[in-house]
């Protein structure tokens, strides 16, 4: 049992900082969800209750995060990356209401193209059935 606990100890040291990167990058995640959904953020010519946030990676320090978005029916991603970062300050600012962290990581908006890669890889292996079909035929 001595053994097992000290493996346990071992382990968990290395298991901590990843899972808290985790943990506050889900945090963070909610919190522009709901900023975005209210339009708390009050930025000028976007509606950001029509974005969603697929995901946040933290840095290993926690003082950045970059979170991932796509506008409602993918379009404009470009457009609204930019306009997200150029107002990134009006979101920190709602953000830091929300949240009670030491420090709040800086913002990077990216554009989520996951969406776009899971399409492709879709249309391929439709395309591969199809090929197999045909041949079978």
Same mark, same amino acid.
């Given at each position: ?8 100890? &071992? ?11 985790? #943990?506050?990058? +889900?945090?963070? &995640?909610?919190?522009?969800? #709901? ?56 979101? #920190? ?26 399409? #492709?890889? +879709? ?7 199809? +090929?197999? &079909?045909?041949?079978?035929?």
């Amino acid at each position: 049992m001595l053994l097992g606990e000290k493996y346990m100890i &071992k382990n968990s040291s290395n298991f901590g900082p990843n899972h808290r990167k985790l #943990r506050v990058g +889900e945090l963070i &995640k909610q919190s522009l969800g #709901r900023i975005f959904l209210r339009n708390e953020a009050k930025i000028p010519s976007l509606n950001t209750n029509l974005i969603t946030i697929t995901e946040v990676k933290m840095s290993s320090d926690l003082k950045s995060a970059r979170a991932y978005v796509i506008p409602l029916g993918g379009k404009d991603t470009d457009k609204v990356v930019s306009t997200l970062t150029e107002f990134s300050y009006l979101v #920190r600012k709602a953000l830091s209401k929300k949240l009670d962290i030491k420090f709040l990581p800086k913002l990077y908006f990216v554009g989520d193209k996951s969406f776009d890669y899971a399409e #492709r890889i +879709e249309r391929l292996i439709k395309r591969n059935k199809n +090929e197999i &079909k045909k041949r079978s035929h």
